[in-house]
């Protein structure tokens, strides 16, 4: 990947900002999406929600499927592979995906390395707890970063965590005195480079979405509040009783993340949300894959 | 002189960054009374059919499409172009329709068809144009004065009070079109 396609990746998540990426399974969800203003779609054979109601392994989704949901909207479509499937992710660059997500709602197919991203032409996102794990996916190619949340779920509270770690972090790296960021980098286990970075510019080199957990446009406007620079939606939207208002509202909800007034309004008559089961409920814990 | 961004969705802060490195105040724009003593607007890249819905839903379009028919200076990047754009191609959807053109969304294709190259902008000599899942301008009427071509398409015009751009000076270090159009609103 030369160093003007992943400024361009890069770019591209810029442009997305401020906005809501909403997990669809079939073209017509695809749609509603759109119309409900989704500024992506990730296109997804099972929604996390019923991936943890499954079990077994879960893996890339039929190509064909993809495709389906590309012809549907007009808006980027990104699409998840297996963590360390180079193999995965070759398929989705040769469908031309917008935006691979190396993620960890689906089975690792490797325990220890994840992509070479920098062997890609098209842009990576890569979920993270904190800021080592982000620096550490952005040194491999990622172009983007999002929580890992607890996907599945509809419980916010990991993603909240890591979106305030990885700013705690950032905060701290900022106050640093400069010779003290080698160590810093050795602790994190991350390039000095991409610290000294942050260390510079008090944030992270790419755009940082929230993600995993996000249920309500209440939920939305906290992960906003709380620095998220946009916010995937996996289950909460396809899972709840008036998907279409409920993404609607969450859309409006991010772009007006502190008017209290407008949220109260948008949180009316949503319909039943998803259920949720809390993390210490489940068997299942997905942030812990892919350090 | 006080710049709003429209700020519903997209990439405006990188907008607001290169007016504020001018020393030009800006305002973000997420709600109708943010519109208040603007003397130019820009309208940022981002999803187009985010941004076109959210002007409705939050009650900004007919207000935004008030003001740039009555003359306020717009500067539009790439989905603010395609809001600007009076037709699009094989789509029947309409945002704001000032700008006599007919865009063609995504014409380059997917994230793998985003490209950089340098050309001249009007009066400005090679200009880095940034495209990102870009469109570009199909058709313009004859008032509209071209001032950008690449590979024979054309992706940027200018017509009286609207500047509309297929790419993103905002993500270049090069800040002579924002400067340019700051220009227009002192005159």
Known sequence: MSNTTYELNKGLAQMLKGGVIMDVTTPEQAKIAEAAGAAAVMALEKIP?????????????????????????????????????????????????????????????????????????????????????????????????????????????????HMRKMNAQIRQVVSLREDELYEEAKQLGVPYDLLAWVHENGKLPVVNFAAGGVATPADAALMMQLGAEGVF??????????????????????????????????????????????????????EERGQ | MRIGVLAVQGAFIEHRRMMESLGTECVEIRQKKDLDGIDGLILPGGESTVQGKLLRDLGLFKEVQRLIAEGLPVLATCAGLILLAEHLEADDTTHLGTLPVTVKRNAYGRQLGSFVTRENVGSLEDYPLVFIRAPYIAEASDEVRVLATVDDHIVGVEYQNQIGLAFHPEMTEDCRIHQYFLSKIVK
């Open chain 1, 49 to 161: 929600a019923d991936i943890r109601a499954a079990g077994g392994v879960a893996r890339m989704s039929d190509p064909k499927m993809i495709r389906e949901i590309q012809q549907a909207v007009s808006i980027p479509v990104m699409a998840k592979c297996r963590i360390g499937h180079v193999v995965e992710a070759q398929i989705l660059e040769a469908i031309e995906i917008d935006y691979i997500d190396e993620s960890e709602v689906l089975t690792p197919a490797d325990d220890t390395y994840h992509i070479d991203k920098t062997k890609f032409a098209v842009p990576f996102v890569c979920g993270a707890r904190d800021l080592g794990e982000a620096l550490r996916r952005i040194a491999e190619g990622a172009s983007m970063i999002r929580t890992k949340g607890e996907p599945g779920t509809g419980d916010v509270v990991q993603a909240v965590r």
């Open chain 1, 233 to 286: 939606v996996g289950s909460g939207i396809f899972k709840s009783g008036d998907p279409a208002k409920r993404a609607a509202s969450i859309v409006q909800a991010v772009t007006n993340y502190e008017d209290a007034k407008l949220i109260a309004k948008l949180s009316e008559d949503l319909g039943e949300a998803m259920v949720g089961i809390n993390p210490e409920e489940i068997k299942l814990i997905m």
